[in-house]
C-alpha cells in the first residue's frame, strides 16, 4: 500500500473519535491536512456540528478556515479542548504500521 493510503486511513480512523460539539486540536503536517479536510467534509454535510479547531500552523489554519472549520485558540480555550489530531505513519522493516492518536490534551 503506497504511503498516502496510510496517511488518509489514518486520517479518516482519527474522524471516528470526534463528536458534536467538541474543540479539537488539529495538529499538523500531511495526515493532519487530510483529516481537516475530513472534518470539513462532516461539517458541511451536518455529520458534525458546533466543532471548533485550534490550528496549530498557518497551514492547518489556512485549510480549516477554506474547509469552513470555525477556529478557536488556547488563549480563548486554554484548557477545554477534547482531543488533538496526532497522525503519523512510521516505517520499520519495509512495513508500515499507521497510528493514529487522539487523545485527551492532559493525558498526551
Known amino acids: ?9 489514518a486520517a479518516l480512523h482519527g474522524l471516528t473519535f470526534i463528536q458534536s460539539g467538541m474543540i479539537v486540536g488539529l495538529g499538523a503536517g500531511s495526515t493532519a491536512i487530510l483529516a481537516v479536510r ?18 496549530c500552523s498557518r497551514q492547518i489554519e489556512a ?16 484548557v477545554n479542548h477534547d ?4 497522525l503519523d505513519i512510521y516505517a520499520d522493516d519495509g ?9 485527551d490534551p492532559d493525558n498526551s
Open 38 to 55: 475530513g472534518l470539513g467534509e462532516k461539517l458541511a454535510q451536518g455529520e458534525l456540528r458546533d466543532i471548533r479547531g485550534i490550528p
Open 1 to 9: 500500500m503506497q504511503p498516502g493510503l496510510f496517511k488518509l486511513r
Open 95 to 103: 512495513y508500515h504500521t499507521v497510528e493514529s492518536f487522539l487523545g
Open 63 to 78: 485549510e480549516a478556515r477554506r474547509v469552513g472549520i470555525p477556529l478557536t485558540t488556547l488563549e480563548d480555550d486554554p
Open 83 to 86: 482531543i488533538t489530531f496526532q
